[in-house]
Antibody
Framework: QLQLQESGPGLVKPSETLSLTCTVS??????????WGWIRQPPGKGLEWIGS???????YYNPSLKSRVTISVDTSKNQFSLKLSSVTAADTAVYYC????????????WGQGTLVTVSS | DIQMTQSPSTLSASVGDRVTITCRAS??????LAWYQQKPGKAPKLLIY???SLESGVPSRFSGSGSGTEFTLTISSLQPDDFATYYC?????????FGGGTKVEIK
């Protein structure tokens, strides 16, 4: 079964770029059955979809973050990545990578999540 | 963008109670709605997809209903393991939105 694992720095300075990678195991990122996405959750708050990517490279972003977000896929490594530029303290959150199963339009599985703190 | 309004934001209930959580979409999403359970420090867990389909392994006391703009998640008899926060999520035109969440607390 699919498993996802986030990796990347846990601390990012204001105005810099947050970069995370998600490694997919137990299946191929080139599957036509899934989109691969990023979702975040500020401490004590709700869930926010950041964006999704298809293995072909087609991307879909949350309009509220679109100007700062880039999601990319590396099929040779079975990984996809998130870059969020010009971060502020408001971007402090647990970042989850996740699988959107296209046929049912639901997210499963999720990575365990990684806390990224924006602070100088 | 489609907005999802979830209610109530907090719910106090006792073991054995029947619990209902509502999610309203700002425009029709057909049946493209999922429900998740989240416990502190953990990733959300999928409970229901396509509004009313129970995810494999999820207890049958969980059920979902609705279509169009109004949806409900029902727990028929609340169990100790069910105290958690629940989120709805819509999918439309390659975009996702979550509801604000409902925290189910012990009464």
């Amino acid at each position: 079964q699919l498993q996802l694992q986030e990796s990347g720095p846990g601390l990012v300075k204001p105005s810099e770029t947050l970069s995370l990678t998600c490694t997919v195991s137990g299946g191929s990122i080139s599957s036509s059955s899934y989109y691969w996405g990023w979702i975040r959750q500020p401490p004590g708050k709700g869930l926010e979809w950041i964006g999704s990517i298809y293995y072909s490279g087609s991307t879909y972003y949350n309009p509220s973050l679109k100007s700062r977000v880039t999601i990319s896929v590396d099929t040779s490594k079975n990984q996809f990545s998130l870059k969020l530029s010009s971060v502020t303290a408001a971007d402090t959150a647990v970042y989850y990578c996740a699988t959107l199963e296209i046929a049912v339009a639901a997210i499963d599985p999720w990575g365990q999540g990684t806390l990224v703190t924006v602070s100088s | 963008d489609i907005q999802m309004t979830q209610s109530p934001s907090t719910l106090s209930a006792s073991v054995g109670d029947r619990v209902t959580i509502t999610c309203r979409a700002s425009q029709s999403i057909s049946s493209w709605l999922a429900w998740y359970q989240q416990k502190p420090g953990k990733a959300p867990k999928l409970l229901i997809y396509k509004a009313s389909s129970l995810e494999s392994g999820v207890p049958s006391r969980f059920s979902g209903s609705g279509s169009g703009t109004e949806f409900t998640l029902t727990i028929s008899s609340l169990q100790p393991d069910d105290f958690a926060t629940y989120y709805c999520q819509q999918y439309n035109s390659y975009s996702l939105t979550f509801g604000g969440g409902t925290k189910v607390e012990i009464k």
